[in-house]
């Protein structure tokens, strides 16, 4: 697979040990940061954190990325299928929650790997996969069994917010049949003192403007995911490239989130 790359939807068929995909990055995983993370939503950081390991590079170019530092630039450390197992075990031994793998998507043949490796030595934590919902499913596949915990993105329900905001022309197309792979092999939630143990948990930023698609994209949940739990989030703020395109060069408005709790509130859907 590392040598004609189609681990994520983008299907670059490139030889990432010679040259880089649209991810940026070599087949080997590269960690920019691990690290003991009480910010994540409660339910994941509980009172003793999670074991967060922020990767290197991403499969989308969304132009309005908070951690575009990141996601944009090939910067940390190169690691072999065992070291990064040892990651995930120093972590545990530090008393957290979980084991949290952000922006995994480009990796997964060597996280599957490790977490198989982390697992034959005695891990026994949850394994959370924090990804930008645009996910190939033969590698959710291959994560089967692997994963406790889905915690993606849905960032957009129109395919052509996807084309100009995020740079791929088939985001929600392809999100949407992620996220229901991901529920098939999770289920219901599971929370046993605050803290989640099994589940998708769904992440949407709501955007200056877009308020119609984000209540599309709670309409596609209730239709499809009705069990998941849903983070609606109002922190958005221009930054990275978002200067560029007007519309989105400002802050949230407050009437435009409250529509959409609303909607929310309406449907019933769980939220943290």
Known sequence: MNDSCTICPRKCAVDRVSRYGQCKTPFNPVVHTSLVHHGEELMISGYMGSGTV?????????????????????????????????????????????????????????????????????????????????????????????????????????????????????????????????????????????????????????MPGLHEDSIKVLNWIKENLPTAIINLMDQYRPAYKAKKYEEINRRLKSSEYRLVVEHLLKLGLETV
């Open 54 to 206: 922020f990767f290197s590079g991403c499969n989308l170019g969304c132009v309005f990325c908070q951690n575009h530092d990141i996601s944009q630039r090939n910067e940390g450390t190169v690691l072999t299928v065992s070291e990064l197992a040892e990651v995930f075990l120093k972590l545990e031994k530090r008393g957290v929650h979980n084991i949290n793998l952000v922006t995994p998507s480009h990796f997964v043949p060597s996280i599957v790997n490790a977490i198989q490796l982390a697992k034959e030595k005695g891990i026994g934590i949850p394994f959370v996969y924090n990804t930008n919902g645009y996910d190939a499913i033969t590698s959710l596949e291959a994560l089967n069994g692997l994963i406790d915990i889905y915690m993606p993105d849905l960032k957009f329900a129109d395919d052509t917010l996807g084309l100009r905001y995020v740079g791929v022309a088939d985001y929600f197309t392809v999100a949407q049949k992620a996220l229901i792979e991901m529920d098939r092999q999770v289920g219901e939630p599971v929370i046993k003192h605050g803290v989640m143990e099994r589940g998708v948990l769904i992440r949407h930023l709501v």
